[in-house]
């Protein structure tokens, strides 16, 4: 069983930010292009929100008052309107060469290969990987 977690609701907090307009890919150009595949490997970030690190302001600004006491997200906190394009962003700068490459496709944390063998496929996951 996992441990409890604390659980804000920062909807509130979302109507005072600054929406980051970084694209993210459309699901459905994402499928027509995997639906072709011979080979397809797929990958997930795992607990990729909570890997961003939060400013000094912004758990500020994301605690949770309780009967017991305050807690501040040291993490970036699921429900962050924004979350989703600022990582869309961080993927595609660490994969810039392979995004002008082709591949692979990546749709916020997922990351998909799709080559035309097996060969290529052990190659890119290499590569991916050294990442």
């Given at each position: 069983m996992e441990k409890e977690r604390m659980v804000g609701d920062p909807r509130a907090l979302n109507t005072y930010t600054i929406p980051d307009r970084y694209p993210i890919p459309r699901i459905y150009e994402r499928l027509?292009?995997?639906?072709?595949?011979?080979?397809?490997?797929?990958?997930?970030?795992?607990?990729?929100?909570?890997?961003?690190?939060?400013?000094?302001?912004?758990?500020?600004?994301?605690?949770?008052?309780v009967h017991c006491g305050i807690y501040e997200y040291l993490r970036m906190p699921f429900?962050?309107?924004?979350?989703?394009?600022?990582?869309?962003?961080?993927?595609?700068?660490?994969?810039?060469?392979?995004?002008?490459?082709?591949?692979?496709?990546i749709y916020i944390d997922d990351i998909i290969v799709c080559p035309e063998t097996l060969e290529n496929n052990l190659k890119i996951l290499e590569r991916v990987l050294q990442k």
């Open positions: 027509a292009q995997l639906s072709q595949a011979k080979f397809l490997t797929a990958m997930a970030s795992l607990k990729v929100f909570h890997q961003n690190v939060l400013t000094d302001t912004s758990k500020k600004l994301l605690r949770i008052i429900s962050m309107r924004d979350l989703p394009s600022h990582y869309q962003r961080i993927m595609n700068t660490i994969f810039p060469e392979e995004l002008s490459e082709g591949w692979p496709s």
